[in-house]
């Protein structure tokens, strides 16, 4: 799945968009568990597809691993935003003090 140039900007966008993307992203996987309002993206301004976002999660990702769609949404969406404590965390956190 994907957030970035492949992500939601693109043409033709995430699945769920309904302009003919196939490739599942964030947003899709965000869909299928619910933490998008369907009938209020952009404030309503474009109605999002759970069953596209769902198919495209499950031919891409959820088929080919053996999960459940909503268990390949998850471990998506979760990735996503999963911080990197290691890479942001100052070096002064590491140093042992004496």
């Given at each position: 799945?994907?957030?970035a140039t492949n992500g939601a900007g693109a043409d033709p966008g995430?699945?769920?968009y309904?302009?003919?993307?196939v490739a599942p992203t964030v947003t899709d996987a965000d869909l299928v568990l619910c933490y998008l309002d369907p009938s209020?993206?952009?404030g309503g301004k474009l109605p999002l597809h759970r069953?596209?976002?769902e198919r495209s999660i499950r031919q891409a990702v959820a088929g080919p691993l053996g999960m459940e769609v909503a268990e390949a949404a998850w471990l998506?969406?979760?990735g996503a935003r999963m911080p990197?404590?290691?890479e942001s965390?100052?070096?002064s956190l590491f140093m042992i003090s004496r």
């Open positions: 799945m994907s957030a995430p699945a769920c309904g302009r003919g993307g209020f993206f952009l069953e596209a976002a998506e969406s979760s990197r404590p290691l965390a100052p070096m």
